[in-house]
């Protein structure tokens, strides 16, 4: 019964990191202010509720659109990083700024991907008493065959790794004021929201939206992109590739110990080991294996390297408008 004041018309705050995105961003900031508006006038929102736009180093005019939104209505404000540091990042800066100003913050992408006027159906959730609310894609049917078959995959593997994470929810989520305490008390650099966001914890819900194309502009993650993205949210969430390869190690010990009793028993038997082939495909095998093995320890002791390291995750250059 505590949170039933704050649960009536709470201030919310939409947060939209923007890269390179100044075709896209002067339509759907409006969209984002009508949205904004709904709420208000439906009473479901505060008045104070506002859009943070976070620049992630965009190299085209997308900050100064910002900053002449900002000017030309209070509700928009920005934040500028001092440089391109992705996604993920630009996000958790804007919700780190946004915290302690807000009852309840939204995040989207600015593309008009995120269908907008599903953020009254979060609302309605929180207000029911959600702290997290997932936007989780209803289809994928904008999506190519293999956007959607390699999505599909992504998810299956991070289950199989033991990742709790939300099938088929990106970065379209609401969280509470004390949701977004919790995040911040994940003090990590390799950042991977959608699999951190459940470790917070609290009631949450799911809402179902579509997604559509892109309004205009193009996908800032190519193949390459997404593969370092999942790649990151396994070994960021999961010691299980490592003891996979430790059972792995156990079983080819085991395998080569049977190798070598019949090595000895055909020797003293008499019995002529034949040729080297086998021999090199063993050596080549178990040597790819060996490879294979370093390569995934390496991977976790660079993440080591960089959370040891514990740099800035964003350094913020300018703002725009009042937070
Ligand atoms: N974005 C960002 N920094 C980057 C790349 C992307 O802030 O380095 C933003 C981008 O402006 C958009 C969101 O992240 O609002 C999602 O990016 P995009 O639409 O390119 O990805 P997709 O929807 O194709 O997965
Ligand atoms: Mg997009």
Same mark, same amino acid.
């Given at each position: 019964?505590?949170?039933?004041?704050?649960?009536?018309?709470?201030?919310?705050?939409?947060?939209?990191?923007?890269?390179?995105?100044?075709?896209?961003?002067?339509?759907?900031?409006?969209?984002?202010?009508?949205?904004?508006?709904?709420?208000?006038?439906?009473?479901?929102?505060?008045?104070?509720?506002?859009?943070?736009?976070?620049?992630?180093?965009?190299?085209?005019?997308?900050?100064?659109?910002?900053?002449?939104?900002?000017?030309?209505?209070?509700?928009?404000?920005?934040?500028?990083?001092?440089?391109?540091?992705?996604?993920?990042?630009?996000?958790?800066?804007?919700?780190?700024?946004?915290?302690?100003?807000?009852?309840?913050?939204?995040?989207?992408?600015?593309?008009?991907?995120?269908?907008?006027?599903?953020?009254?159906?979060?609302?309605?959730?929180?207000?029911?008493?959600?702290?997290?609310?997932?936007?989780?894609?209803?289809?994928?049917?904008?999506?190519?065959?293999?956007?959607?078959?390699?999505?599909?995959?992504?998810?299956?593997?991070?289950?199989?790794?033991?990742?709790?994470?939300?099938?088929?929810?990106?970065?379209?989520?609401?969280?509470?004021?004390?949701?977004?305490?919790?995040?911040?008390?994940?003090?990590?650099?390799?950042?991977?929201?959608?699999?951190?966001?459940?470790?917070? #914890?609290? *009631? +949450?819900?799911?809402?179902?939206?579509? $997604?559509?194309?892109?309004? !205009? =502009?193009?996908?800032?993650?190519? @193949?390459?992109?997404?593969?370092?993205?999942?790649?990151? #949210?396994? *070994? +960021?969430?999961?010691?299980?590739?490592? $003891?996979?390869?430790?059972? !792995? =190690?156990?079983?080819?010990?085991? @395998?080569?110990?049977?190798?070598?009793?019949?090595?000895?028993?055909?020797?003293?038997?008499?019995?002529?080991?034949?040729?080297?082939?086998?021999?090199?495909?063993?050596?080549?095998?178990?040597?790819?294996?060996?490879?294979?093995?370093?390569?995934?320890?390496?991977?976790?002791?660079?993440?080591?390297?960089?959370?040891?390291?514990?740099?800035?995750?964003?350094?913020?250059?300018?703002?725009?408008?009042?937070?």
């Amino acid at each position: 019964m505590e949170d039933a004041p704050v649960r009536e018309k709470p201030v919310l705050y939409i947060v939209v990191p923007c890269y390179n995105e100044e075709s896209v961003l002067p339509v759907t900031a409006r969209l984002f202010l009508l949205e904004l508006e709904y709420l208000v006038s439906t009473g479901k929102i505060s008045t104070g509720s506002k859009i943070c736009f976070v620049n992630d180093g965009s190299s085209d005019s997308t900050w100064s659109i910002i900053c002449s939104l900002s000017s030309s209505d209070v509700r928009y404000v920005g934040l500028s990083l001092s440089r391109n540091r992705g996604h993920q990042n630009a996000l958790l800066a804007g919700l780190m700024e946004v915290r302690g100003k807000c009852d309840i913050c939204v995040s989207m992408d600015c593309d008009g991907q995120d269908d907008i006027s599903a953020c009254r159906r979060m609302v309605d959730e929180y207000l029911s008493g959600s702290d997290v609310v997932y936007g989780v894609r209803s289809k994928r049917e904008t999506d190519t065959t293999f956007k959607r078959l390699t999505a599909q995959g992504f998810y299956r593997l991070l289950e199989l790794m033991g990742v709790e994470i939300v099938y088929n929810h990106a970065d379209y989520r609401l969280l509470s004021s004390r949701a977004l305490d919790g995040l911040a008390e994940f003090g990590e650099v390799n950042l991977f929201l959608r699999g951190l966001v459940p470790l917070v #914890g609290f *009631t +949450s819900s799911t809402v179902e939206y579509e $997604r559509s194309e892109r309004i !205009a =502009g193009e996908s800032h993650y190519p @193949l390459s992109k997404m593969l370092g993205l999942a790649f990151d #949210g396994i *070994t +960021s969430l999961s010691i299980k590739p490592i $003891r996979t390869l430790s059972f !792995a =190690g156990v079983l080819f010990s085991v @395998l080569g110990l049977v190798g070598f009793i019949w090595a000895v028993v055909a020797f003293f038997t008499g019995q002529a080991i034949s040729g080297w082939a086998s021999t090199v495909c063993f050596v080549c095998f178990f040597g790819g294996l060996q490879l294979f093995a370093l390569g995934i320890i390496g991977e976790y002791v660079g993440k080591i390297y960089l959370e040891v390291k514990n740099r800035p995750r964003y350094i913020i250059a300018e703002r725009t408008g009042e937070l």
